[in-house]
């Protein structure tokens, strides 16, 4: 693991395929494509490799992060999709993303697909219906991915009481993790990189591959 120096990013090594499996969280690790799988609010099965081909922003924290967590995964959401402001909480995520400048005409744009993640390590099992059941009344309709087992805290880090964040590129590999709480300059920093990231998509025309499961499965 290697870190740049001014930066807030720590860069991954991507050589291995590895699997990890801890309880209903799952990553898929195959020739640097990773697949995180966990269940929302609602019990539905996610999985970051429905995304390939768009970036996948994961912003995590713990209970005392949450509200800046929540704060920045809106701002990025808003800043890549800025129509998302003027439709209902059902229209959400259904915005289109926001264009890349001297993108070609009949390619697909990238999207960029902020996903909130809530890490309850503090929560027992036998109350995990009751922090679904809030966290739905909290988020009616906005998925929120559910970590029960801190396995992005293990894997990635985790700063209490700030956001955290893990960047996946368009072929499903991370790109970067940070953590810590944005000043302006630095979230245009940082939003300009994820254009970056799309931006150099265009090369392979996005296409992609799903990770393979059956390794763990």
Known sequence: ??????????????????????????????????????????????????????????????????????????????????????????????????????????????????IPVASLTEVPRALKPVARARMRKDSPVVPIWLDFDGSLERMFGIIPGEPNVVVLDTAGQVHSVLSGKLNEQEFQQFVTRVDQIRSASRDDLRVVTRPQETLLR
């Open 1 to 114: 693991m290697s870190y740049r120096t001014n930066s807030l990013y720590r860069f991954m090594p991507l050589g291995l395929v590895v699997g990890f499996l801890f309880g209903a969280f799952e990553v898929v690790c195959a020739d640097g494509v990773m697949n995180v799988v966990m269940e929302d609010q609602f019990q539905t099965p996610c999985e970051t490799s429905t995304y390939l081909g768009d970036v996948v922003i994961l912003v995590y924290a713990e209970r005392h992060g949450a509200e800046d967590s929540l704060h920045l995964g809106r701002k990025l959401h808003l800043h890549f999709h800025p129509t998302a402001d003027e439709v209902s909480s059902d229209a959400w995520s259904k915005q289109p993303v926001r264009g890349i400048v001297n993108w070609p005409a009949g390619v697909a744009l990238p999207d960029v697909r902020v």
